[in-house]
Nanobody
Framework: VQLQASGGGLAQTGGSLRLSCAAS????????MGWFRQAPGKEREFVAGISWSSANTYYADSVKGRFTISGENAKDMVYLQMNSLKPEDTGVYFCAAEVSRLLLWRSRSMDFWGKGTLVTVSS
C-alpha cells in the first residue's frame, strides 16, 4: 500500500486547512486510515482515524470539535478538515493505514505510512 498526502500549508490562528490522502496498491487489506502529526522536538501523535468497516471515527482530545476526518472507501481517499487552527497544531502530518481489525491508532501499530505534509499555523 502506498499513501500520498497533500494539502498542507500555512494558515493563521483560527483558520482552516484540508488535508487529503490517496491510497493505492493492496488497499483492500486496510481496516482503517488515519492521521498522525509530529511537532518539532516531539513524538509523533495520533490525530484522527476512520474505520473502513464501521465508518466510526476517532479523534485525539486535542482536536475534537475542530477537526473532522472523512473518507471515500471506494476511492481509497481520506480527508482531514482542520478548522479553528491553533499554533500548537503546527507540525508534519502523516497519513497512515492499519490492517489490524483492532485499530489501535498507535504509531507502532500502523502498517503503512505516507510522506508527511507540513502544516504551519501562525499566531
Amino acid at each position: 500500500v502506498q499513501l500520498q498526502a497533500s494539502g498542507g500549508g500555512l494558515a493563521q490562528t483560527g483558520g482552516s486547512l484540508r488535508l487529503s490522502c490517496a491510497a493505492s496498491g493492496r488497499t483492500s487489506s486496510m481496516y482503517g486510515m488515519g492521521w498522525f502529526r509530529q511537532a518539532p522536538g516531539k513524538e509523533r501523535e495520533f490525530v484522527a482515524g476512520i474505520s473502513w468497516s464501521s465508518a466510526n471515527t476517532y479523534y485525539a482530545d486535542s482536536v475534537k470539535g475542530r477537526f473532522t476526518i472523512s473518507g471515500e472507501n471506494a476511492k481509497d481517499m481520506v480527508y482531514l478538515q482542520m478548522n479553528s487552527l491553533k499554533p500548537e497544531d503546527t507540525g508534519v502530518y502523516f497519513c497512515a493505514a492499519e490492517v489490524s481489525r483492532l485499530l489501535l491508532w498507535r504509531s507502532r501499530s500502523m502498517d503503512f505510512w505516507g510522506k508527511g505534509t507540513l502544516v504551519t499555523v501562525s499566531s
